[in-house]
T-cell receptor, first 114, second 115 residues
Framework: KAGVTQTPRYLIKTRGQQVTLSCSPISGHRSVSWYQQTPGQGLQFLFEYFSETQRNKGNFPGRFSGRQFSNSRSEMNVSTLELGDSALYLC?????????????FGDGTRLSIL | AQKVTQAQTEISVVEKEDVTLDCVYETRDTTYYLFWYKQPPSGELVFLIRRNSFDEQNEISGRYSWNFQKSTSSFNFTITASQVVDSAVYFCALRKKSSGDKLTFGTGTRLAVRP
């Protein structure tokens, strides 16, 4: 069974630009969550999608947005990039309704803002 | 609000030593789930173990074991006979039933196993 796939693995952008990251969950998993990891703030929850609907949202500004498609693939978008957005962005998927089951993470997208 | 604390920032051991990683959590929910993940230098988070709030039985799985105590809100993780390949950052995480899939992570413990 293929794992969670995130693309691209690395990305370099400049301040003010926007970026879109992609996540393909494990086959059969319908819930997708996004996390931001930085040295200063650690791992922080961004949002969760299920059935193309945002089900939960962390404390991030509106510049961070996401969506989920009918095949459960998800994208997250960051507009007007700031230097502080430099981070590892991790996507995780899990079977719906099984909270005792772990989320499975992708390799992440490392975003650098110049 | 929920919180996960990993007081140990870095641990260094010599290969074959046993090492215990500490995790203390805070939540008002009665139903919750605890996880340990490992993050090697490559970046992905690898699931290791889990425990439900209503099951305090401690277990051993290979070289891994865990000690879950609701009375002290702790979920400690032990690696027996550590190996160099165990070198990574280890994260403890909490998921509340009321928050769906949202995981609250601790700040992580960096483990270095020296040959």
């Amino acid at each position: 069974k293929a794992g969670v796939t995130q693309t691209p693995r690395y990305l370099i952008k400049t301040r003010g630009q926007q970026v879109t990251l992609s996540c393909s969950p494990i086959s059969g998993h319908r819930s997708v969550s996004w996390y931001q990891q930085t040295p200063g703030q650690g791992l922080q929850f961004l949002f969760e999608y299920f059935s193309e609907t945002q089900r939960n949202k962390g404390n991030f500004p509106g510049r961070f947005s996401g969506r989920q498609f009918s095949n459960s693939r998800s994208e997250m978008n960051v507009s007007t990039l700031e230097l502080g957005d430099s981070a590892l962005y991790l996507c995780a998927s899990s079977p719906e309704g099984q909270l005792n089951q772990p989320q499975h993470f992708g390799d992440g997208t490392r975003l650098s803002i110049l | 609000a929920q919180k996960v604390t990993q007081a140990q920032t870095e641990i260094s051991v010599v290969e074959k030593e046993d090492v215990t990683l500490d995790c203390v959590y805070e939540t008002r929910d009665t139903t919750y789930y605890l996880f340990w993940y490992k993050q090697p230098p490559s970046g992905e988070l690898v699931f290791l173990i889990r425990r439900n709030s209503f099951d305090e039985q401690n277990e051993i799985s290979g070289r891994y074991s865990w000690n879950f105590q609701k009375s002290t809100s702790s979920f400690n993780f032990t690696i027996t006979a550590s190996q160099v390949v165990d070198s990574a950052v280890y994260f403890c995480a909490l998921r509340k039933k009321s928050s769906g899939d949202k995981l609250t992570f601790g700040t992580g413990t960096r483990l270095a196993v020296r040959p």
